[in-house]
């Protein structure tokens, strides 16, 4: 498989014929900068003759190891670009026998294998996931609790922001340790591997958080 993506910053990186990138569409704003910055950056970079096609995960939404839910609409993206594009890896996973997540490991395999040589890489977004590489294999991938998306669920709530920009507001506070170990004991029988919906750790945040001293 070679590829190329996009990273979190928006700063694109080639490696070679393909182009992958993950984005959200903006419903209802068609003609707004975020909605068409992903193609006009392609083509700011790329030629059409340049990329073979075009890998969209979408954004997902809802995701079980039955089935997997992400808006964004790669019709449009094939339409606008005139570039193949494929999409709906996790259900298209979840058909074949696999949970549908993390999709990762396929690219952590193909940028960080090397014979004789055993890695372990972690990846933080809004739910954790780890891959075991094992020589030029991998030997095992799942996700593996929260990443972002409990610290961001809780800015939401009471501090109505999307997310605690620099980390400024848990830089205020100590760690309760008596929470966390409580986080800690109802995870601890979750198995690997496995494909976690945001919506598992959502449920363990009750009325007890409230409680915690504010900063």
Not at 24 to 52: M, Q
């Amino acid at each position: 498989l070679i590829l190329s993506c996009i990273n979190d910053n928006m700063e694109a990186f080639r490696i070679s014929g393909f182009l992958l990138f993950n984005f959200e569409i903006k419903i209802g704003i068609k003609d707004s900068i975020l909605y068409n910055f992903p193609i006009n950056l392609i083509a700011s970079i790329w030629t059409v003759s340049e990329i073979s096609s075009i890998g969209f995960s979408g954004q997902t939404v809802f995701h079980t190891n039955k089935m997997s839910f992400q808006i964004g609409d790669p019709k449009f993206i094939a339409k606008e670009t005139n570039i193949d594009v494929y999409s709906d890896f996790r259900n298209y996973d979840i058909k074949n026998g696999g949970l549908g997540a993390p999709l990762i490991p396929v690219f952590h395999k193909y940028i960080y294998s090397e014979k004789n040589s055993d890695k372990l890489v972690f990846n933080i977004g809004g739910i954790a996931n780890g891959t075991y590489l094992q020589n030029e294999k991998v030997s095992l991938a799942s996700d593996v609790g929260p990443g972002n998306c409990l610290i961001d669920y809780f800015m939401k709530k009471n501090f109505g922001q999307p997310f605690d920009n620099l980390g400024k507001e848990a830089m205020k506070g100590e760690i309760d340790t008596n929470l966390l170990q409580r986080l800690l004991s109802e995870c601890a029988d979750m198995k690997y591997p496995r494909a976690d919906d945001k919506k598992v750790y959502y449920n363990l945040i009750d009325n007890s958080f409230d409680k915690v001293d504010p900063n």
